[in-house]
């Protein structure tokens, strides 16, 4: 099952703050977020594990609630520099059968 | 180090042909996974080896196939290709252990165009 990101679209100016949901309809073991610029690769943010570990950038807060299978991505103080679309990747099973299932994204624009 | 490479960057293909596209993951990762991404359905995970053994694999059908060798090189492949496979191709490598513990890291991907 493909989570579910919101909002799809943001609009920012610099300085400004945001946050973007990930829900799943499924139990979680992992949350990961990447952001692709356009014609670019996804890059690497965060990975919220079950049971509170995470692994990711300093600048970069997240949260995860096991219990309602959603995560959060904080972004504060935005730049320029954060514009792009910013993916949740879900794993629901974990361990050696893991597969990573993506949200359609969710589109951030920071202006000037 | 060396980050993900795949080749080629750009392929134009007709309806009904095949297409190997390459994956050469980071030096040491063992996992490679594949990914289509196109504007409608974005990033759908289409399988993932490890150590040469597909250890998952998404909802696509039997036409597409991969591969991984013994230095973790990967191949995929895709068979009497459609209109509709027409889209962005990546691979991601990630490090020994659980992988959905570990970041991904993604290659620059393969354009395909299927006419």
């Known amino acids: 099952q493909q989570p579910v990101q919101s909002p799809q679209a943001v609009i920012l100016r610099e300085g400004e703050d945001a946050v973007i949901n990930c829900s799943s309809s499924?139990?979680?073991?992992?949350v990961h977020w990447y952001r692709q610029k356009h014609g670019e690769a996804p890059v690497f943010l965060m990975i919220?594990?079950?049971?509170?570990e995470q692994k990711g950038h300093e600048k970069i807060s997240a949260s995860f609630n096991e219990k309602k299978q959603q995560s959060s991505l904080y972004l504060t103080a935005s730049q320029l520099s954060y514009s792009g679309t910013y993916f949740c990747g879900t794993d629901n099973s974990g361990g050696s059968n893991y597969k990573l299932t993506f949200g359609k994204g969710t589109l951030l624009t920071v202006n000037p | 180090k060396a980050g993900v490479t795949q080749t080629p960057r750009y392929l134009i293909k007709t309806r009904g042909q095949q297409v190997t596209l390459s994956c050469s993951p980071i030096?040491?990762?063992?996992?490679v996974s594949w990914y289509q991404q196109t504007p409608g359905q974005g990033l759908q995970f289409l399988f993932e080896y490890f150590s040469e053994t597909q250890r998952n694999k998404g909802n696509f059908p039997g036409r597409f196939s991969g591969r991984q060798f013994s230095n973790s090189r990967s191949e995929m492949n895709v068979s009497t290709l459609e209109l509709g496979d027409s889209a962005l191709y990546l691979c991601?490598?990630?490090?020994?252990?659980?992988?959905?513990?570990?970041?991904?890291?993604f290659g620059p991907g393969t354009r395909l165009t299927v006419l």
């Open positions: 919220l594990l079950k049971g509170g």
């Open positions: 499924k139990a979680l073991y992992s």
């Open positions: 991601a490598s990630s490090s020994p252990g659980l992988a959905g513990s570990n970041e991904q890291f």
């Open positions: 030096s040491g990762h063992r996992s």
